[in-house]
């Protein structure tokens, strides 16, 4: 069984920073059969959105335009199933709940900017900024 859990959230002021990690388990992915992962993140009455990921087996690397230069995706070289995401200079517009996705190589055209893209997804973790 595939599984996905976040940690890392939390309240923090304007201005600060946070690192989410996302560790991807289960009997279908290894280090070699994870292809893509991907952050969201859903806002109260708002639709989930896009914010970062990872795919090609790591090769590949996309942000959207909201976070790009303030948020970075990464991978831990020693533990190669865990994904961070390190997000500085928070604003009140991140405050949302993030979601941790992942999948295997894809059987159709895909952008990893759709969270129809991904199969797994974690359980999310809120991150609170006050301004």
């Known amino acids: 069984q595939v599984r996905l859990v976040e940690s890392g959230g939390g309240l923090v002021q304007a201005g600060g920073s946070l690192r989410l990690s996302c560790e991807v388990s289960?009997?279908?992915?290894?280090?070699?059969?994870?292809?893509?992962v991907g952050w969201f993140r859903e806002a109260p009455g708002k639709e989930r959105e896009f914010v970062a990921a990872m795919a090609r087996r790591y090769a590949k690397i996309d942000y959207a335009d909201a976070v790009k230069g303030r948020f970075t995706i990464s991978r831990d070289m020693d533990n190669k199933n865990t994904v961070y995401l390190q997000m500085n200079s928070l604003n009140s517009e991140d405050t949302a709940v993030y979601y941790c996705?992942?999948?295997?190589?894809?059987?159709?055209?895909?952008?990893?900017?759709?969270?129809?893209?991904?199969?797994?997804w974690g359980q999310g973790t809120q991150v609170t900024v006050s301004s």
């Open positions: 289960g009997a279908t992915f290894t280090q070699y059969s994870i292809y893509s």
């Open positions: 996705a992942a999948d295997g190589p894809p059987s159709r055209t895909v952008t990893w900017r759709a969270p129809t893209d991904y199969d797994y």
